[in-house]
C-alpha cells in the first residue's frame, strides 16, 4: 500500500515570500529522512476567505512502516521549525492518502 503525506498549509500574505523560500529548503529536509521517495507542491487555486495564500505538499512515502517511523523519528523535529519562524501566520493540516490506482496517457 502506497500512502501519500499531505500537508496543506494556509501562509498569510505579509509572511509568504519569506515562508516560500523557507519550505523549499523545508521540502529537501523531510525527503532527507529517508522515509519518502518524492514530494509534489501545488499551490490551491480558491481563494480562502480567511486570506493569505494555501499550498498543498504531497510527500510520497515509502509504505506504511515508512510513514509511521517518519511519525516517530523525524516529524516533531521538522514541524517545529515552520512553528518558531511563522506562528499564527501559518496554519496547517495533515491527512493520509492511499493511493488506489494510478494512470497516464499514452500517445503512442
Known sequence: MQIIYNVTVNIANEVHDEWLIWIKEHIPQVLSTGKFE???????????????????????SYSREALDAYYRDDAENLKTDGLKRFGDKMLAFRTELEVIDTYKVDFK
Not at 494555501?54 to 510527500?59: C, M, V
Request: hydrophobic share 35%; aromatic share 8%.
Open 38 to 60: 518524492s514530494a509534489l507542491m501545488t499551490k490551491v487555486l480558491v481563494e480562502e476567505e480567511m486570506g493569505g495564500q494555501t499550498y498543498s505538499i504531497q510527500y510520497k
